[in-house]
């Protein structure tokens, strides 16, 4: 495979994998060469091409299931027990755990959308030091949103392809890249791809640290945002100082949501408190293939219709105090047929089809520093943050008593109710390696198929996809997952 020029992301690419056809092929609406990194304002166009192709419908128009990275995030939580699916649409083989393998639909549209963002944003990263620019600290922030992007795509591609880190540091995990290269890479090892990640937020945070500018979007990766991936990163490493750290400072300037905060529909940024987040405008809204189309009952999508609903689950539900908002924001009328309406997200009579996409809260980073200072044995302040978040959730001030493991399973049982819904419970499960149950809730068998699974299971692991070891001299048949 030889290598090409640089190209950047404008708008939409169609779905492509990194194979030979992609890679030596610059589609008409990109910008071909190194002219674009001549000026800082043409690294600003590639970063921004980026995010916009993160939240963009891919595929054909008819395509529903395929919109940026809030399709991985849906993903993922279908992977676990806390969405119950009611009728089998899109997704349905997420759901049942069956679009794994390496000529299904999904490990293609998720290797190929982070490996866009990882091939786009090198360009940036190996260039923007010869930009002209008035200042400085403006190249050291592009190359600190470059590098934190990066770090990202790579983060959420080693947690789809492999296990997690603990116990299988040298197993195989992704491709490395840090140059815009067409050769195509053999896997590096799980400890390589971290130590990939974890030196790009090092560099990340020193550079937003040299460059001290403020966000100038709601989409734009900050200093907060890269300690925050640092945080995330850290907690799936078992790196328990680093992560407690890295969240206590991620959130530094943010407060946790209100409950009218919390209970205003997560579809408008400017309503919320949220550290990193998408914003769609009615232009660019993708309706139907949406994520809001897909998990939101008061619009008329694939949810709001009944053609695919998804319900709360009522294990989870079960296990939540009635004086909690977030209990409160499910509607529990039809819960002897099963059915519970979640709320959360809700974007009717608001921003509709066109509702921004939360990509990360200070109230994760609370949690993420919650569950590290309790795996060290440090139970007053763990207790002290799980108060802070449930006197914000509660109708009234809350007293926390646990201690030790019964401590720690408190505040893993409000991370699945805090942060339902946005990505994280399926990757939770992988993490602490605890498999999945089904039963005694409100998943349907007929729809579901898969009830349980054992930790570790190799459905929780997607295959490389075949058209990468097809183009790929360095990944071959012997290479796949199992």
């Not at 890679?23 to 970063?47: K, S, W, Y």
């Not at 116990?167 to 992704?174: C, R």
């Not at 799936?236 to 209100?258: F, I, N, P």
């Not at 007293?399 to 699945?416: F, H, P, Y």
Request: net charge negative; glycine share 8%.
């Amino acid at each position: 495979m030889k290598k090409t020029g640089y190209y950047i992301i404008a708008i939409v690419l169609s779905l492509v994998s990194c194979s030979k056809d992609y890679l030596e092929t610059a589609p008409t609406n990109q910008i071909p060469d190194l002219a674009i990194f001549q000026t800082v304002d043409g690294a600003q166009t590639v970063i921004d091409g980026v995010l916009r192709d993160m939240r963009s419908h891919h595929g054909g128009k008819n395509q529903h299931d395929q919109f940026g990275v809030k399709t991985v995030d849906l993903v993922v939580d279908l992977m676990g027990e806390d969405i119950a699916v009611e009728k089998y649409h899109w997704f349905g083989t997420d759901y049942r755990l069956e679009n794994r393998g390496a000529t299904d639909q999904r490990p293609l549209y998720v290797w190929s959308l982070f490996y866009r963002i990882i091939y786009n944003v090198n360009g940036v990263i190996n260039q923007i030091d010869g930009a002209s620019a008035e200042s400085e600290n403006l190249r050291k922030n592009l190359k600190a949103q470059a590098l934190t992007l990066r770090a990202y795509a790579y983060f959420q591609l080693i947690q789809l392809f492999q296990h997690t880190y603990l116990g299988h540091e040298n197993d195989p995990g992704v491709p490395v890249y840090t140059e815009a290269s067409t050769d195509g890479n053999p896997r590096s090892s799980v400890s390589e791809v971290y130590n990939q990640i974890t030196n790009d937020l090092d560099l990340a945070i020193q550079l937003f640290e040299g460059s001290d500018l403020p966000q100038r979007h709601i989409s734009d990766p900050t200093l907060n945002v890269a300690r925050g991936l640092w945080a995330r990163v850290a907690l799936v490493m078992g790196q328990w100082e680093t992560a407690a750290e890295m969240a206590s400072k991620a959130r530094e300037g943010y407060s946790v949501m209100s409950v009218e905060e919390f209970s205003s529909g997560f579809d408008n940024y400017l309503q919320q408190n949220w550290m990193w987040g998408l914003e769609v405008n009615n232009e660019q809204s993708t309706t139907y293939g949406s994520w809001f189309s897909h998990v939101d009952w008061t619009i008329g999508g694939y949810c709001g219709y009944g053609l695919s609903p998804k319900s709360f689950s009522l294990e989870l539900f079960r296990k939540m105090d009635e004086e909690d908002v977030r209990k409160q924001l499910v509607d529990s009328a039809s819960i002897e047929s099963g059915r519970l309406i979640p709320y959360k997200f809700a974007a009717g009579g608001d921003k509709e089809f066109a509702a921004d996409l939360v990509m990360m809260r200070p109230e994760e980073m609370l949690l993420i520093e919650a569950e590290a200072k309790a795996r060290l044995d440090e139970d007053v302040p763990a207790r002290a943050l799980l108060k802070e978040l449930r006197d914000n959730r509660y109708d009234n001030p809350v007293t926390v008593t646990a201690s030790g493991e019964e401590l720690l399973n408190e505040i893993l049982l409000e991370r699945r109710i805090e942060l339902w819904g946005e990505g994280f419970s399926g990757f939770d499960i992988k993490r602490i390696k605890r498999g999945i149950d089904r039963n005694n809730s409100n998943h349907n068998p007929v729809v579901a198929l898969i009830m349980e699974l054992p930790a570790e299971s190799e459905k929780f692991v997607l295959q490389i996809p075949q058209t990468e070891i097809d183009a790929n001299p360095n990944i071959g048949e012997g290479d796949q997952n199992p």
